[in-house]
Every structure is written in C-alpha cells, then in structure tokens.
C-alpha cells in the first residue's frame, strides 16, 4: 500500500524539504548542522495561541554562524496586548510582517534537516507542527535537542528545573535581546555549546548521545 503522502500534492518547498531526510545525515557533532531556535507567541496555549516570531542561528563544527541566521515576524490575525511587554512586537508597527503561510515556508527552507536546538523545545516544535497542521502539512521531521534537558545531565544537576535566566547566570551569558526570538536563539546557542564542553569535561560524549532518553544509555 502506497504510504498516504504520497497521494498528497505538496508544494515544491515542502517536497525538497522531504528530499533532504533521504540522504545519509552526519554522525558526528562536528559535522552536524544544529539549528537554533526559538519562537515569539501570543501565549502559551499550543493549539489556540499563534506564532508572532521565529528566530534562528545554526552551529557548526563547535561555531556559531551569524551568517547562517534567520528572523521572521508574522502578521497578527490573533492579537494579545497583554503579552506585548514580555516580547515587545506591536500587532502594526514597522516590522515587516509575513502570513503564517510565507514565514513557515522561509523557516522550512532555512532549516532543511538540519537538528533543532531550543530551550523546553516542545513548546517551541509544538508551535511550528500546529500551524502547519492549519496549512496541512505534516509535522516536522528532524531530530531535536532540548538545552534544558541536556543541562540536567551535568554532574549535580539532576530532577531540577531550569529556565533560560538560570543557564546564562550559570555561564556568564550576557541576556542581551532578551524575550525576542532571535536573541534568545543566540543566547540558547551560546549555552548548549557550553554544556556540551562541559560534559566532554565530565565524560565521553558522542553524536548519539546527544539523542538518547536512558539516563543509563545516555545524556538526555
């Protein structure tokens, strides 16, 4: 039986994004292309707030690379003026503004199948997978990471909460930009190379590591 996809006419973005998970992927954190991201949203309701913002900035090999960044604002169909002194975007303004349509299909092409890095990123890949659910389109495909649950696999760092405040008092991370989608992107980029220092300090750490959910098996 022909899997269900198939018999879907996706548009050609969204078939070349599929393309690139048909390839053999990188095995090493070196060679891996690590996407970090972060989103601006009307509240914190996955299946009834809406994307106001999506930044990122991808790593490679040990580096952030500000030249391989991305920033997108969408126009706001569901306003919350409530909310506006946490992330500061204005439902007018002078920001350019895109649909959910136009800045989902950028992030897709900027984000290939390269692996998602966020802080408590289920929220953040939650938001993403509900609004291309509204554009019906599956959810994403690429593997993830989530700072927060690989800090707590540093010695002495066990069954405890920590918000991204906690992670930049830890290592020195200055909190510019803070509460917009691409400052808080760098700032996440920033902690996870410096928790992944930490555990090559503390132990072996391999590529696969990074994935695995046994704290006897693994990091995360």
């Not at 006419?9 to 393309?19: A, C, I, S």
């Not at 048909?22 to 309701?45: A, Y």
């Not at 895109?98 to 992030?107: G, R, Y």
Request: glycine share 4%; with cysteine.
């Amino acid at each position: 039986m022909l899997s269900w996809f198939k018999h879907k006419n996706y548009p050609f973005f969204w078939v070349e994004y599929l393309k690139k998970f048909k390839t053999s992927q990188p095995n090493t954190i070196e060679n891996t292309r690590f996407v970090v991201f972060d989103t601006e949203t009307t509240g914190l309701e996955t299946s009834t707030d809406r994307l106001l913002s999506i930044g990122a900035i991808s790593i490679f090999n040990n580096v952030i690379d500000v030249s391989d960044s991305f920033e997108v604002y969408l126009k706001q169909d569901e306003f919350k003026s409530e909310t506006v002194e946490i992330h500061g975007i204005l439902k007018d303004g002078n920001l350019l503004k895109l649909s959910e349509a136009e800045a989902l299909e950028q992030f897709i092409n900027y984000l290939g199948n390269a692996v998602l890095v966020a802080h408590h990123t289920a929220f953040d890949i939650e938001m993403i997978n509900v609004a291309l659910k509204r554009l019906n389109f599956p959810n994403l495909k690429n593997k993830s990471i989530d700072t927060g649950m690989l800090y707590k696999k540093l010695d002495g760092k066990k069954d405890t909460h920590f918000s991204l405040d906690i992670l930049c008092n830890e290592f020195n991370i200055p909190k510019h930009d803070r509460h917009t989608s691409s400052g808080d992107a760098f700032i996440t980029a920033i902690a996870f190379l410096k928790i992944v220092s930490k555990l090559k300090q503390e132990r072996s750490v391999h590529y696969s590591d990074l994935f695995r959910t046994s704290n006897k098996k693994g990091l995360i």
